[in-house]
């Protein structure tokens, strides 16, 4: 048991970084006002960007970068037609996805056989192998990929830079009310292509670590919906980087269980009660394809609870996210 | 000197642009598909050939573009017929699959003759593609839920949905795959000709229905209404909550009827991802055919010959089927930027005499 | 008049299609007054306003502020000139501080980066460029700036925590923190848009007495309105707009309210309209002690009686903001109650849908015609038949015979002669002008032959000859026997078409009377509450007969 908790835990880790990565890109993007629901295929061109880059080098980091660059270019398509053009997000984001994964998958098709040495676990400097070798949680918590650790790093970079830089707070007014933002000074298109950029770079960089660190292959689709999940996980989280944190871990962790729902079986003894609703009714819940519908059945719940709970001045999503914005000209 | 771009909404759209923009961004978006093309060394004039002449042209070609055309333009119209109220549902591709899904269990688990049990699946397809579409629409009515995105998640769960019966209670006896067992006759949809389906005619039909909804009736002017002015459809007494999970239930049905009409008359058996993203591909078609149920038809034949089109072409040249998917993203994302030169006009005027600004001062100002 | 004032809008002349809105107006404006500007809704008040805040250019005419030529291409010009508005609707994000509203868009840097006050760091990295570029960009410091805040604030009485959210504050609190962000930005010069309509008159007072310490201090402040006992008590000097052109400026203390009023309002009749003597018929509204609430939730009703009886105009007066928009929004069946009765030609509506109305033939011209009188994006087919669409004619069940309602809506663009329409299915509504809108408009409500009109502004935004047009339509209507409640702005619409006209001011109904026995300057009075701080609390206060018959 003790295995397989430290397999699971592993594992979460691993899948958590690929929501914390695109779900933080998506959430700048969403904060500027911008949502861009091409997360799946941006994704995808880093994972594969980033991949290729990577046979052809043989460096992992220049892999990184490649599909961080991926993703931006991706990315850049939705600003210029959402901000400049003003066109609608969500039919815009949606070809996106489309675009990235059918580009993905017509470019990618002759790199499949490819292999690669990917990132590999790094222990944490000094005292590091004292800690990996804590039963069950060890190599969870401190022997991870780069990638891991970037990415928890920038939960609280996000955070402060929101919070705490001007940028953020002109950032966070462009997604508020970009009219008044203008009034104030505020650069609202410069804002809002460098918010929706800087996204796409964050959702190249989860497709990346997908390729490089998590599964060290690539094949085509092989995002397996992970970017709607990150589209989801910032309703999830409400738009705030630290409850963010705590939903790609549980996304996580369900991510990385689907897998492992086989070697599971929680069942109560066949003479308790019930026991023939209940013994079906843990199966049914804890299976791989239906625990897979949890991170969207929960988002769905978040979102309605807090839109019927809350006043509507008071809601987490940002005032003009969908709302392209045009100087008026008199 | 100081070039100015000046972007002005054109009061009036002139009659020439409206038409020929679809034809312009479909030509642009070939154009640099072409590109694409000419990196793989495949002959672009070839290869459009192959797709938009000689798949229309020959026999099994067409028969093809018909069939693909029936998910197609039920699944546009589940787009459309919302869209017509100002609501959007990204969500076809979910109440296609929850169709197929209920539908087959029907198809499978129930003994009828055919005249009978095929009505009786393409019911229940209805109604459950229609069930699942009402939840993002009571979301949105009562509680002013968004519905892109509801819509957008809830199809997610039913794709995982369908997946999970496939490879549990709805597996079939032979062998591991994750699909059911083969159609019945009796569960299968009629052939009409060169194995084109009934689904056809049930498709057209339900095109003629939309048209007529939206032409005919008071129902249709009450959806235009106040997809274009809910505030005053409302002031008139219209009422919003009734109109918007009519429309989606409608389109959740018309998805859902698609989705079983592929899987009784094409593929014979459901499987899990049994289709190629149909329901997302309904939301270009829809805005393709905002216009009318009609151009919403046009334009599911036009996408269902670049699906088999593109199908020949991996037969044929060679060309990754996938080539077609990005053609399809590339199309809409210039239909995007069609539809922003319509919208407005843009003057470039350069202008001499810069004002001199008065350099910054930095520094606070405590 | 000084040499050269404070601030001078000179000429200032500014055009949008059909209309003349500031119409080479001048205004002068002196440090440490209160200066107002008064005028009715349309006067020209806002443009220019929004000329010398850079929202609009000017296309003729010049502005100097302490003797500089202002070139205000932008909002961000006239900040940096020491100009500072605050808006009507106010310009915060709730989500966010009070501090974090004001320096938006100063880029105020972690205090260890600022080049001013104490820091760790050596005052060479810190003066450096890049040094300071990046802190301004990836830093904040809110601590000199809070400090700054709450200095100021103190220095002016206002009660703002600078660390409190927006949404945390009270509407006085947050039109003070918007008072806050110009102050912040050294504004010498304030512009206050109808500051006072979002505040109780409590908040009103303290915001008053705020103006008088900024004007002690050498501020100088615009105060726009359009209620006269706000200009008796806190402006000092005042300039009239009419029509887009400047009427004049007055020193309060040297004029009577009576004058003021004459200035705003004006005394030219602009049309005569006849009107038959009606037989008035049986009450076809009765509104019972209604109260509702605004869109902010504020009450804006507060315990309204009207009876309105077939064939008789009810005209009611006031300026905008006083309930106006409830009131027709309550008699339409639009707006919900939170206390009161609503009976139409004998049936109780009380919390019934919009639809009852419509089908207990309530007919509505609503204020703002393009968000609630049509679709704009529609055709005028339409939206001729946006009500009429569920009649017999036009087909039975659910079937819709659109070749009827095209020939429906030519009728009505023929009788009602909306100019502009080539094809009554092909041209939109939004592609009409404001006055032939209006007059479809018009046409789709009283073809339906009405026993209840509500119409709220008819002739506003509305070119001449459509204004005599759509008065006289609404004379004949009244002559077969439709009862109408017109709500305007417009003294002369109201005298000129009403049976019995009604005052309303802050909610309620303040004074009745007949066109015959009309004194304008009263009502003017009334309207703009003047008469209640002094003539009206002697003259005690005028009943309200509203002719109710008898009910209980």
Known sequence: ?330 | MNVEIDLTARERVPRWLSYATPVLTVLAALAVSAVVLLVIDVNPIEAYRLMLIETPTSEIGMADTLITTVPLVLAGLAVYLPLKAGLFNIGAEGQLVIGALAGSWVGLNVSLPGVALVPLMLLTAGIAGGALAAIPAWLRAKYDVNEIITSLLLSFVALQILSYMVRGPMRGSSGNFPQTDRFSAAATIPELFMRVHLGLAIALLIVVFTYLLMTRTRLGFEITFIGSNDEAAEQAGMSRYKVYLLVFILGGAFAGIGGISEISGVQGRLRAGFEPGYGFTAIPIALLGRNSAIKVLLASLFFALLFTGGTNMEIFLGIPAALVEVIQALIILFLITGEFFKRYRIDFTVERDPTPTPSETAGGDA | MPESAFLEMQNILKEFPGVVANDHVDLQVERGEIHGLLGENGAGKSTLMKILYGLYSQDEGDIYLDGRRLELDSPQDAIDAGIGMVHQHFQLIPRLSVAQNVVLGEREPATLFRSDGESRLPEAVRSNGVVQALARRFSLGLDVPTQRIDDLADQYGFDIDATAKIWELDVGQQQRVEILKALYRDADLLILDEPTAVLTPAEAERLFDSLERLTEEGLAIIFITHKLNEVQSVVDRVTILREGKNVGTATVSEVTQADLAEMMVGREVLFNVEKDGVELGEPVLQLQNIHADNDRGIESLSGIDLTVRAGEVVGIAGVSGNGQKELAEVAAGLRRLTDGSITVGGTDLTGAKPKRFVNNDVSFVPEDRLRYGCAEDLSVMHNAAMKEFTDERFGSQMGLDYRELAAYAEELVEEFDVRGVRDVTETNAGDLSGGNLQKLILARELARDPDLLVANQPTRGVDVGAIEFIRETLLEQRTDGTGIVLLSEDLDEITDLSDRILVIYEGEFVYETTPEAADRDRIGLEMTGGASTDAATAESPQPIATGQDGEP
């Open chain 1, 1 to 330: 048991m003790a295995g397989f908790l430290g397999g699971l835990l592993n594992a979460t880790v691993s899948a958590a970084t690929v929501f914390i990565l695109a779900g933080l890109g998506e959430l700048i993007s969403e904060r500027a006002g911008v949502l861009n629901l091409g997360v799946e295929g941006m994704m995808l061109s880093g994972a594969l960007g980033g991949f290729i880059v990577t046979v052809v080098t043989g460096s992992t980091w220049l892999g990184l970068f490649a599909g961080i660059v991926a993703g931006m270019a991706l990315a850049s398509i939705h600003a210029f037609l959402c901000i400049s053009l003003k066109a609608n997000q969500v039919i815009s984001g949606v070809m996106l996805t489309l675009l990235g994964t059918g580009l993905t998958t017509f470019y990618g098709s002759r790199w499949v056989e490819n292999s690669i040495d990917g990132f590999s676990q790094v222990t944490v400097p000094l005292v590091g192998q004292y800690l990996v070798d804590i039963p069950v949680i060890g190599t969870a918590l401190f022997s991870n990929t780069p990638t891991d650790y970037i990415a928890l790093a920038l939960v609280p970079i996000t955070w402060y830079f929101l919070n705490h830089s001007n940028m953020g707070l002109e950032l966070i007014s462009v997604g508020e009310d970009p009219e008044m933002a203008d009034t104030m000074g505020v650069a609202v298109f410069k804002l809002r292509y460098l918010a929706v950029i800087i996204g796409g770079g964050f959702a190249g960089a989860a497709g990346a670590h997908l390729s490089l660190a998590f599964s060290q292959l690539w094949v085509p689709g092989m995002t397996a919906g992970r970017g709607w999940i990150a589209v989801a996980l910032v309703i999830f989280a409400q738009w705030t980087p630290s409850r963010m944190l705590v939903g790609a871990y549980l996304f996580g962790m369900l991510d990385a269980l689907q897998l492992r729902s086989q070697a599971l079986s929680f069942s109560v003894g066949a003479d308790t009660p019930l026991a023939g609703i209940i013994n079906p009714t843990i199966d049914f819940l804890m299976n791989g394809q239906i625990m897979a519908t949890y991170p969207y059945l929960a988002t769905i719940l978040v979102l309605s609870y807090a839109v019927i709970k809350t006043k509507s001045d008071r809601l987490a999503v940002p005032s003009a996210l969908l709302q392209s914005y045009s100087r008026e000209t008199d």
